[in-house]
């Protein structure tokens, strides 16, 4: 074999093996601030806030409907008609053209309804933290997809890099393979041999940098902008090993589970108040009229005070099916909590189970990329020899490159097994994952309207800035 490929394919191999060992490291993004970006950046985390904040304004409706009622009235009206008295002379009749305008204020107030208004405003209290922790889901959900798409970009970053290596190696090799059918020491078969495992390499590398692309589209859409140079991740999420022990932090801790139960309390407090809305109701009610003829000497000016009490008799069934359907509705929740702590101990189960295979098999990876580089240094020696044939030397490349981009498909599935086991227990939050960012306070919106305030109130004034600020974002 000739000095001239003996240097070229060391050079190339060289070259390969260090775009494998020292992989893009390059750089300034790391994953946390990726997640960072996810957070603050998310639609998704947005829409679910604004769903929460409407769930909050339900509490507020409901507690409303326990103050006094006030109403006002404005009207005008024409009164025009004939008049005849019988008193007088007969067949004579007056005219009537008169203009009345009337204002009048009224109150009415709910005194007692056996816990109606009470126990809905009760439901409603408990449908909040239930659409808290659906947020908290959300927010897990939108964590672990940019965790995914990070390490995607990564992946298939080294993998082009990988590609391009071997590309370039198998551009040496063709070119020496050339050389020596030049003068003669290898047949023209063992040209169109390296032609096409080079045209080979360039397909595959046309296809990693097609993936590549579609990672990066992916992480616009999960990050909310383009991705920069990334480095690797520092280091694995501290799991535990025991799995009994992640499926019992998990009950306690997965919103999934925490949401059913405050739906299921929810569902039971609105069982008593269709049973109690079939009692009667107490109500006050007052009101004040003035009523005053336009340019004439007619008025009159009326009050009213008084207390109601009625209930219902027959209403076809309809409030009995209320009771009924709200019954099912409660055992459907109780149903759903069961559901939901067996899927949530079975999704534990099947993380940890994807994360002890992904630790296997990067450790089998990272052996098999050991041998396959053993194995092509010594073909390659072998064929300087002549022991070996140009096709054992490209087999032999290519299983390096297999191995080698095993190797980083295993790292990342290890990563992604890791963190989506944080995400079954219920830890993937920015909270948990102590993310530099300003954390979403679900009870802040809650607090200024769970007593209902009226524009003009201070409280009514501070939330209208909330409002304004969000209007704004």
Do not use: C
Request: proline fraction near 3%; aromatic fraction near 4%; avoid cysteine.
């Amino acid at each position: 074999m000739s000095a001239r490929f003996k240097s070229r394919l060391l050079g190339a191999a060289t070259a390969l093996v260090l775009a494998t060992v020292q992989p893009l490291t390059a750089a300034a993004e790391t994953l946390a601030d990726t997640l960072v970006s996810a957070y603050n950046n998310s639609g998704l985390l947005a829409q679910n806030r604004a769903l929460l904040r409407a769930a909050d304004e339900d509490v507020a409706q409901v507690v409303a409907g326990l103050r006094p009622i006030i109403n006002w009235t404005a009207d005008m009206s024409r009164r025009f008609g004939r008049t005849e008295r019988r008193s007088t002379i007969p067949g004579v009749s007056t005219g009537i053209r008169t203009n009345y305008a009337t204002i009048g204020i009224s109150l009415d107030l709910l005194l007692y309804d056996f816990g109606t208004t009470r126990l809905s405003a009760q439901a409603a209290r408990e449908s909040v933290p239930a659409t808290r922790e659906s947020l908290r889901d959300i927010e897990q959900q939108v964590l672990l997809r940019a965790v995914a798409a990070y390490l995607n970009v990564r992946r298939t970053a080294e993998l082009v890099s990988v590609r391009q290596s071997n590309l370039r190696l198998l551009q040496e090799e063709l070119r020496a393979t050339r050389d020596r059918f030049e003068v003669g020491e290898v047949t023209r078969t063992d040209v169109a041999l390296a032609e096409a495992q080079m045209a080979s390499a360039r397909a595959g590398l046309a296809a990693a940098q097609g993936d590549r692309r579609q990672a990066v589209e992916e992480f616009r859409n999960a990050v909310g902008r383009d991705p920069g140079a990334l480095s690797p991740p520092a280091q694995l999420p501290r799991l535990s090993g025991d799995v009994a022990a992640a499926k019992g932090l998990a009950v306690r801790k997965h919103p999934d589970i925490l949401g059913a139960q405050h739906l299921v309390a929810a569902t039971d407090l609105s069982v008593r108040a269709a049973e109690a809305d079939m009692k009667p109701k107490v109500s006050f009610s007052t009101s004040l009229s003035a009523s005053e003829e336009v340019r004439g000497g007619d008025y009159e000016r009326l009050g009213s005070v008084g207390i109601s009490v009625g209930g219902p008799i027959y209403q076809g069934g309809r409030l009995s099916s209320v009771v009924r359907k709200a019954m099912a509705q409660r055992d459907q929740q109780r149903a759903g909590l069961h559901l939901a702590r067996l899927r949530v101990e079975q999704d534990v189960g099947n993380a940890y189970a994807d994360l002890l295979a992904a630790q296997s098999s990067r450790e089998a990876r990272i052996e098999e990329v050991r041998a396959a580089r053993v194995a092509f240094e010594g073909l390659r020696e072998e064929a300087k020899l002549g022991a070996r044939t140009t096709l054992d030397v490209l087999d032999a490349e290519q299983n390096l490159l297999d191995a080698q981009s095993g190797l980083i498909d295993a790292e990342t599935s290890l990563y992604i097994a890791a963190y989506t086991v944080l995400e079954t227990i219920g830890e993937l939050t920015a909270r948990d994952l102590r993310l530099d960012v300003q954390i979403y306070d679900p009870a802040a919106y809650y607090n200024l309207v769970k007593d209902a305030p009226v524009p003009i109130s201070p409280q009514g004034q501070k939330l209208d800035r909330v409002l304004r600020a969000l209007g704004k974002q």
